[in-house]
C-alpha cells in the first residue's frame, strides 16, 4: 500500500508518505509546496488520507475556516487523478490510536510512539538518532499528527502500515 497522510493547518500542512510499512519521506511544508508536490512522483497512484475538521458547537477563529478551505483543495487536487481521498476525523484518530476522545496530542504522539519498535538510539528509539535512526526518524511536529491520521486509515481498510520487529 502507498499511502499519503495529511494535517493540514491554515498555512502548512504535515504530511507522510509510506509505501508498506516503510516511512519514505515526511515533513511539515507551506500549503501552497503540498499543492505542488502533489503533481509529483509518489503522489499520483497513491492513496491519501486528509485529516478534518469538524464542529463541536463551539466559537472557531479564521484559521479554522482557512484549514478547511485546504482540506478542500486538497481533496479536489487529488480527485484529479481519479482517487478521493479519505477525511478522516481528529475524534477517530484519538479514539483509534488513545481509546478516547479526550486524548491530547502528546497522548496520541505517545500511543504512536508504542507503536513502533525501539531500534534506534537516544533518548527515544522509535525516533532514534542521525547516526542511529529508528523507524520515526524525522517525523516530527505536524508530520506525527499525519502520521497519526494515516495510522487510523490504514486500520479502517485493514492494513497494517506499523513495522513488525524480526525475533532472530
Known amino acids: 500500500m502507498r499511502l499519503i497522510a495529511l494535517d493540514p493547518g491554515p498555512k502548512e500542512t504535515g504530511y507522510v508518505m509510506i509505501r508498506d510499512t516503510t516511512i ?3 515533513g511539515v511544508e507551506d500549503n501552497l509546496r503540498i499543492y505542488d508536490l502533489m503533481n509529483g512522483a509518489g503522489w499520483i497512484d497513491a492513496t491519501c488520507a486528509i ?3 469538524s464542529s463541536y458547537g463551539m ?3 479564521a484559521e479554522v475556516f482557512e484549514t478547511c478551505v485546504w482540506v478542500g483543495r486538497f481533496q479536489e487536487h487529488f480527485k484529479s487523478f481519479d482517487t478521493l481521498p479519505t477525511l478522516v476525523y481528529r475524534r477517530d484518530v484519538k479514539i483509534h490510536l488513545c481509546g478516547t476522545s479526550r ?4 497522548n496520541v504522539r505517545q500511543a504512536i510512539l508504542d507503536l513502533y519498535p525501539r531500534i534506534g538510539e537516544g533518548a527515544t528509539p522509535q525516533i532514534g ?3 542511529h535512526p529508528g523507524p520515526l526518524y524525522g517525523v516530527k511536529s505536524h508530520a506525527m499528527a499525519a502520521l497519526a491520521v494515516a495510522l ?5 481498510v485493514g492494513e497494517n ?3 513488525k520487529l524480526e525475533v532472530l
Open 129 to 131: 538518532t542521525k547516526k
Open 152 to 156: 487510523t486509515y490504514a486500520h479502517s
Open 51 to 53: 485529516e478534518m475538521i
Open 161 to 163: 502500515i506499523v513495522p
Open 103 to 106: 486524548a491530547k496530542d502528546t
Open 24 to 26: 519514505i519521506k515526511s
Open 59 to 61: 466559537a472557531v477563529g
